[in-house]
C-alpha cells in the first residue's frame, strides 16, 4: 500500500522560512520521481517543484531562486525548504509521485501572513 505523509506545514510571516517533508512508503522510492505541488483556495493545483530518482529539479517559475527541492533515499522522505515566503505561497502543499498510478499525500496547510 502506498503512503505518502507530508509534515511541516504552519503559519509564518512573510519572509520567514518552512521546511516540509514527504514520507513514503510502498514505493521503490529511490526510483521514484517525487513532486511537490500546491493548491490555494479557488485556484487549480499546480506544480511547486519536482526531483528525479537522479537528482534532476525542476521548478515553477513562482518559487526559483527561493524553493529547493531535495531527496533522502536512506529515509524514503523529500523535502521542500521554503524561503523567502510571500503571503501568495499560502496553499496547500501536497506529495506526489507516480508509480502507473498517480499517488497524493493529504496535504499540508501553509499560511504566510504576518
Known amino acids: 500500500q502506498v503512503q505518502l505523509v507530508e509534515s511541516g506545514g504552519g503559519l509564518v510571516q512573510p519572509g520567514g522560512s518552512l521546511r516540509l517533508s514527504c514520507a513514503a512508503s510502498?514505493?521503490?522510492?529511490?526510483?521514484?520521481?517525487m513532486g511537490w505541488y500546491r493548491q490555494a483556495p479557488g485556484k487549480q493545483r499546480e506544480l511547486v517543484a519536482r526531483?528525479?530518482?537522479?537528482?534532476?529539479?525542476n521548478y515553477a517559475d513562482s518559487v526559483k531562486g527561493r524553493f529547493t527541492i531535495s531527496r533522502d533515499n536512506a529515509k524514503n522522505t523529500v523535502y521542500l525548504q521554503m524561503n523567502s515566503l510571500k503571503p501568495e505561497d499560502t496553499a496547500v502543499y501536497y506529495c506526489?509521485?507516480?508509480?502507473?498510478?498517480?499517488?497524493w499525500g493529504q496535504g499540508t496547510q501553509v499560511t504566510v501572513s504576518s
Open positions: 526531483i528525479t530518482n537522479v537528482g534532476s529539479t
Open positions: 510502498g514505493i521503490f522510492f529511490s526510483l521514484a520521481t
Open positions: 506526489n509521485t507516480a508509480q502507473g498510478v498517480v499517488y
